[in-house]
């Protein structure tokens, strides 16, 4: 792994080397103390390095179980020998790439599209290199067709239902929305249909989560920096509906939390959420940058408990079908069966 910042593509891989390490499989999680640049100056990629020595070799948001081991840098010299490897960054993917073979069948897993954390000229060679890839979801897969010509399994990411369920009464008229302010995630879309929705319901109560504030907050709105997955849970759990307005994802887990917990979704058509939910039956889905459309969703959720009953009880259910369990098992099989050729 590049780093051990909360993210949700971190919390997939700690899932799926969790879900390994119970299974029964030898799994270590390793991370580098000399952190990659990305697109980020020397000064910063300094002050990293500085960060990575004062928290040493832990994550304190995740109930990581896998070992967890801390390396100057990816490379063979500091890495166990293994049956298989997986890098999860572009940067990592070059690393890995260099490795000795007795490190393993190499594997790169593609979050997304990386271009938010370095340049074409740097990540786009990496989905032409000679290594196994998987993604999570058939809009990746396409994706990397189009572009590079370069497939990729399918292994669909699944929620932990031991850490996402219901907790807690909704509030009615509260909306709950991750917000970041990188512009594919679609935050300003969200808030402009939030306040257009608060002008007509003015009971309307909206809860932000994420790392970091927008620089001006409504009264009607609260921002809660880093919930840990109790806070979390119970924020998805006590909320009438979640608000996932991104306009570009790679696969797109807030909403298959918030159906975990019973927070019916309204959500754009991005990453893999139009594979696991269907519009209309356990999620309410829009185009990206909908902003009527998104008001539209929220208000019949809303306004209708009887309705709100309904998108409830569906979302439990495709949360149920969508577990980590399951797809911990698939990708299990699939990395046996790239192990057996």
Same mark, same amino acid.
């Given at each position: 792994?590049?780093?051990?910042?909360?993210?949700?593509?971190?919390r997939?891989?700690?899932?799926?080397?969790?879900?390994?390490?119970?299974?029964?499989?030898?799994?270590?999680?390793?991370?580098?103390?000399?952190?990659?640049?990305?697109?980020?100056?020397?000064?910063?990629?300094?002050?990293?390095?500085?960060?990575?020595?004062?928290?040493?070799?832990?994550?304190?948001?995740?109930?990581?179980?896998?070992?967890?081991?801390?390396?100057?840098?990816? =490379?063979?010299?500091?890495?166990?020998?293994? $049956?298989?490897?997986?890098?999860?960054?572009?940067?990592?993917?070059?690393?890995?790439a260099?490795?000795?073979?007795?490190?393993g #069948?190499?594997?790169?897993?593609?979050?997304?599209?990386?271009?938010?954390?370095?340049? #074409?000229?740097?990540? $786009?060679?990496?989905?032409?290199?000679?290594?196994?890839?998987?993604?999570?979801?058939?809009?990746?897969?396409?994706?990397?067709? %189009?572009?590079?010509?370069?497939?990729?399994?399918?292994i669909r990411?699944? /929620?932990?239902?031991?850490?996402?369920?219901?907790?807690?009464?909704?509030?009615?008229?509260?909306?709950?929305?991750?917000?970041?302010?990188d512009?594919r #995630?679609?935050a300003?879309?969200?808030?402009?249909?939030?306040?257009?929705?608060?002008?007509?319901?003015?009971?309307?109560? /909206?809860?932000?989560?994420?790392?970091?504030?927008p620089?001006?907050?409504?009264?009607?709105?609260?921002?809660?920096?880093?919930? =840990?997955?109790?806070?979390?849970?119970?924020?998805?759990?006590?909320?009438?509906?979640?608000?996932y307005? =991104?306009?570009? %994802?790679g696969?797109?887990?807030?909403?298959?939390?918030?159906?975990?917990?019973?927070?019916?979704?309204?959500?754009? #058509? /991005?990453?893999?959420?139009? %594979?696991?939910?269907?519009?209309?039956?356990d999620?309410?889905?829009? $185009?990206?940058g909908d902003? %009527?459309?998104?008001?539209?969703?929220?208000?019949?959720?809303?306004?209708?408990?009887?309705?709100?009953?309904?998108?409830?009880?569906?979302?439990l259910?495709?949360?149920?079908?969508?577990s980590?369990?399951?797809?911990?098992?698939?990708?299990?099989?699939?990395?046996e069966?790239?192990?057996?050729?």
């Open positions: 792994m590049p780093f051990l910042n909360v993210t949700g593509g971190n997939v891989l700690f899932d799926y080397a969790d879900a390994f390490h119970n299974l029964g499989h030898q799994v270590t999680v390793v991370h580098p103390l000399w952190p990659y640049r990305f697109h980020y100056s020397r000064l910063r990629q300094m002050r990293v390095f500085v960060r990575h020595l004062i928290q040493g070799n832990r994550v304190d948001w995740y109930p990581l179980k896998a070992p967890l081991v801390q390396v100057p840098k990816l =490379s063979s010299p500091y890495l166990p020998d293994a $049956d298989l490897i997986i890098a999860c960054a572009w940067p990592s993917a070059y690393d890995l260099r490795l000795s073979p007795a490190k #069948k190499q594997v790169y897993f593609i979050h997304h599209y990386e271009i938010d954390s370095g340049s #074409k000229e740097q990540v $786009d060679p990496t989905y032409k290199l000679p290594l196994h890839r998987f993604t999570g979801c058939e809009a990746v897969r396409r994706e990397l067709l %189009e572009r590079f010509g370069s497939d990729a399994q399918v990411h699944g /929620v932990d239902l031991t850490l996402f369920f219901p907790e807690g009464i909704p509030q009615a008229w509260t909306v709950v929305m991750p917000y970041h302010p512009l #995630k679609g300003a879309d969200g808030l402009e249909a939030l306040t257009h929705l608060q002008i007509r319901h003015p009971q309307l109560r /909206v809860r932000l989560f994420g790392s970091k504030a620089v001006q907050l409504p009264d009607w709105c609260s921002f809660h920096t880093r919930p =840990s997955n109790t806070q979390l849970r119970r924020l998805y759990s006590t909320s009438g509906a979640l608000l307005p =991104s306009r570009y %994802e696969f797109g887990l807030p909403p298959l939390e918030a159906m975990a917990c019973g927070c019916p979704v309204v959500s754009t #058509k /991005v990453g893999a959420i139009p %594979e696991f939910t269907s519009d209309g039956r999620a309410v889905l829009v $185009d990206f902003i %009527e459309g998104m008001i539209v969703g929220l208000e019949q959720i809303l306004s209708d408990e009887q309705t709100r009953r309904c998108y409830v009880a569906k979302s259910g495709c949360a149920a079908e969508n980590t369990v399951h797809s911990a098992k698939n990708f299990e099989q699939a990395l069966q790239l192990l057996a050729r």
